[in-house]
């Protein structure tokens, strides 16, 4: 296994496909010869295909999933079409979808088995809404316990944790960003609850990796103070210099 996981999680951008493919290439060729980092591209669904033909180095992320078969669900993407385009990760339970799609704890419960059961890798995002200062709220906690209500053991090494504080997700300049401290207590608290659920040695297969505003200059401080294993990057992955920046620091950590 690599040391680190970088997964760029592109949102609803960019515009046209044309930039879709210009901003792969540009990803694939950078990262070309460094080593140490497994890297992820998670573009919108109708990217999917025409990014998995672009890149080589870099394996490719759906930013969704339905927990259900192929069948009468209009709109909704199974695991079987992710899977017959090679795509092998996908997010859920990010904070958009809970909070713009009403994606509740039970339905990313559905996705996540959905997933770990058809040999796809969930990134499952949790994170709380409002900063506590020196404090992870339990929330976190709960969600973590009921997206991984029923997980069986034998699907704990296939599973990717990301911390996610939505305060701290897209900050602009001047707004409240997160410290490498903080990541560090909610990596403490997580590996707590899974080593509760599941004992210490298969709760340290799981990968725990942070996100909110990385970047070039903070994803060393998230890595090495905050000793997470890798991060998911959403502004920071649409520009192609800055993202594969993000990478060789981390494959130099
Ligand atoms: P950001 O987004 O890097 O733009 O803060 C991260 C995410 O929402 O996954």
Redesign the pocket.
Known sequence: MTKYIIIA?WKSNPDAPGRAAILAHGIEEGIQGLRGVEVVIAPPFPYLLPISNVIKKAKLGSQNMFWEDVGPYTGEVSWHHLRHIKANFVIIG?S?RRRYCGETDSMINKKVKAALENGLTPILCIGENERVDNDIPAVVGEQLRHALAQVKKSHLKNLIVAY?PVWA??TTVGAVSDTPDNAFRALVYIRKILADLYGRKLADLVRVIY????NAKNIESFLLEGKMQGA?????SLDPKEFVEIIKKASEC
Not at 211 to 214: D, Q, Y
Not at 232 to 236: C, E, M, Q, S
Request: hydrophobic share 35%; no cysteine.
């Open positions: 999680n990010h958009e996610e997700i897209s996100g909110g505003s990385v998911l990057v959403g502004g920071a």
